[in-house]
């Protein structure tokens, strides 16, 4: 993945999920073609290279709002979709700070004024104390695990759109 990207130094890959930037491609476009507008629709993402990826993926369609957490505030949108971003075995002490941080959570979660999408690693989220609550007390048929060559979905293909509109 990170050959997508060439240009990103070791330290900002830490803060960059490709996989999670091509999953909420898929996502916006599917809602742009249902209908949705795109001022409608935003998305949010705790670390700013992550905002950044999404920013230049999203640069097209001018009327999806792409913010941090902290941007938010105060505002919101029909949608949120909400990349989560870290993914394995991440635990520097700024991902804990901010992971960590119920009210950043909460901010994010509460800017939906009807449909809330969180993208994100369950196994890496449930390290961090909001999010592993969240998630507990999340209804079973609210959470979708993505298969690769499953019901259409193909990472190659997902990521070779993202690598295409990243040049």
Wanted: hydrophobic share 40%; net charge positive.
């Amino acid at each position: 993945l990170s050959s997508i990207n060439g240009e990103q130094n070791e330290k900002s890959k830490l803060y960059i999920n490709y996989c999670e930037v091509a999953i909420v491609l898929r996502i916006v476009e599917l809602l742009l073609e249902c209908g949705v507008s795109g001022s409608s629709i935003g998305i949010i993402a705790p670390y700013r290279d992550q905002v950044d990826a999404l920013k230049k993926i999203f640069a097209i369609h001018h009327a999806v709002e792409v913010n941090t957490v902290d941007q938010y505030q105060g505002r919101d949108k029909k949608i949120i979709i909400y990349s989560c971003t870290l993914s394995g075995e991440s635990t520097k002490i700024s991902e804990v700070e901010i992971l960590e941080d119920r009210r950043r959570l909460t901010v994010a979660i509460t800017r939906a004024k009807h449909k809330l999408i969180m993208v994100g690693d369950v196994n890496c989220l449930n390290k961090y104390t909001p999010f592993r609550d969240l998630v507990k007390n999340m209804n079973a048929m609210s959470k979708v695990q993505i298969k690769d060559e499953t019901l259409g979905f193909s990472w190659e293909m997902i990521l070779r759109h993202v690598s295409e509109k990243l040049k």
